[in-house]
Nanobody, 124 residues
Framework: VQPVESGGGSVQAGGSLRLSCAAS????????MAWYRQPPGKGPEESEHVADISSEGLTRYEDSVKGRFTISQDNAKNTVYLQMNNLRPDDTAKYFC????WGGGVCYPAAGYWGQGTHVTVSS
């Protein structure tokens, strides 16, 4: 079952949004969830990693979002969240999530499990 992202929208710079990723039907001995984003005008292959979280709560962030974004999870709901604060225009993108396998502090997304994404637009 593909993950389902929600929570996107349009905000002004400095604003906040919380994205949700509901994922079920994926199990792994070392599972995790990853958030990626696809900026406007760029193809899927140019998507940027944003943040990961392992099933044990270990997290990893790209430098561009450290201190502004927080990834968290509710295992009972099979849902991962991305709290985005102090948003900037260069955060504008389609955000999507995928389950994966955790190894060496990195979440490796599973092929074929990408969601449809949710759009985030930040105006200056």
């Amino acid at each position: 079952v593909q993950p389902v992202e929600s929570g996107g929208g349009s905000v002004q710079a400095g604003g906040s949004l919380r994205l949700s990723c509901a994922a079920s039907g994926y199990t792994s001995s070392s599972d995790c969830m990853a958030w990626y984003r696809q900026p406007p005008g760029k193809g899927p292959e140019e998507s940027e990693h944003v943040a990961d979280i392992s099933s044990e709560g270990l997290t990893r962030y790209e430098d561009s979002v450290k201190g502004r974004f927080t990834i968290s999870q509710d295992n009972a709901k099979n849902t991962v969240y991305l709290q985005m604060n102090n948003l900037r225009p260069d955060d504008t993108a389609k955000y999507f999530c995928a389950p994966g396998d955790w190894g060496g502090g990195v979440c490796y997304p599973a092929a074929g499990y990408w969601g449809q994404g949710t759009h985030v637009t930040v105006s200056s």
